[in-house]
């Protein structure tokens, strides 16, 4: 998809507009034992920053109960993706994503909902790629629950069980000092926004959607008039509705330099930089 949008919009971004973009070849390679991921051909971190990007973003198919060897793929894909990011000094924007094993579904490469995907593996997910050795500056994650089936913020018995699963997500990126935003996952702007209400009341940082604002305009395509029609109604609508709830309820991040107050020696600073 780079070899169209960047193109299309690198002119067009402002200077102070940061640019997020992807390495991760959609077309992962699919075994029984779970998705194995993959960069663009002759694509890199390298290259992603000569291009002018302020970030790298990886989407990584991962589930904790894959086979050991898929598991191993996965991990050492990210670890050599976030090491480069340091490397080059430019931001590691991590997007994570449950998927169904192929036996169980149609194989695609789009995000779908699937019966077997539960809160434990998207959390369990979120807890393995804090460690530090991934080098991640920003998660991108998933709703832990289905967006269809989130209550109302009402403080009812289940507004409030739904709740603790988005906090325990919250607690895994606090307590590892990341920030992190939500996807949208191609719900209704009407499904996400309740979602990012979960999201903020447990600490969440932003939003990072795209379906969710876009889609419903597609829809015209290959009318372009009617898709800017509809972009700048529903899909305008959508966001500035999410733009004054981030602006509400979303928790500002700070870096945490609390560390340097221990550095008291020359050269201190340089021998432990991460």
């Given at each position: 998809m780079h070899c169209y949008a960047l193109p299309a919009a690198i002119d067009k971004i402002s200077a102070s507009t940061g640019l997020i973009v992807t390495i991760e070849d959609h077309r992962f390679k699919e075994t029984f034992g779970g998705r194995l991921s993959h960069s663009i051909e002759n694509w890199s971190v390298e290259k992603i920053k000569r291009a002018g990007a302020d970030a790298v973003k990886a989407l990584v198919w991962y589930r904790p109960d894959a086979d050991a060897e898929v598991?191993?793929?996965?991990?050492?894909?990210?670890?050599?993706?976030?090491?480069?990011?340091?490397?080059?000094?430019?931001?590691?924007?991590?997007?994570?994503?449950?998927?169904?094993?192929?036996?169980?579904?149609?194989?695609?490469?789009?995000y779908v909902k699937f019966p077997e995907k539960l809160p434990e593996l998207v959390l369990q997910s979120v807890s393995e790629f804090t460690h530090p050795r991934f080098g991640v500056d920003l998660l991108k994650l998933e709703s832990p629950l289905f967006?269809?089936?989130?209550?109302?913020?009402?403080g009812s018995l289940s507004h409030l069980k739904a709740q603790t699963v988005f906090n325990e997500m919250g607690?895994?990126?606090?307590?590892?000092?990341?920030p992190w935003v939500m996807l949208s996952a191609g719900v209704s702007s009407e499904q996400f926004y309740r979602v990012m209400e979960?999201?903020?009341?447990?600490?969440?940082?932003?939003?990072?959607?795209?379906?969710?604002?876009?889609?419903?305009?597609?829809?015209?395509?290959?009318?372009?008039?009617?898709c800017a029609e509809q972009l700048q109604e529903q899909g305008g609508t959508a966001f500035r509705g999410l733009?004054?709830?981030?602006?509400?309820?979303a928790s500002a991040?700070?870096?945490?330099?609390?560390?340097?107050?221990?550095?008291?020696?020359?050269?201190?600073?340089?021998?432990?930089?991460?």
């Open positions: 598991i191993s793929h996965q991990k050492n894909y990210v670890e050599t993706i976030g090491r480069e990011c340091h490397h080059l000094d430019i931001a590691f924007v991590l997007e994570l994503l449950v998927y169904p094993f192929s036996l169980n579904t149609d194989i695609t490469s789009d967006a269809s089936s989130l209550p109302e913020c009402d607690r895994l990126c606090s307590a590892a000092n990341i979960y999201a903020y009341a447990a600490g969440a940082n932003g939003f990072l959607a795209g379906r969710s604002i876009w889609w419903d305009a597609m829809q015209h395509f290959p009318s372009l008039e009617k733009d004054e709830l981030t602006s509400r309820a991040w700070h870096a945490d330099y609390s560390s340097l107050k221990n550095i008291n020696v020359e050269g201190q600073f340089c021998a432990t930089y991460l």
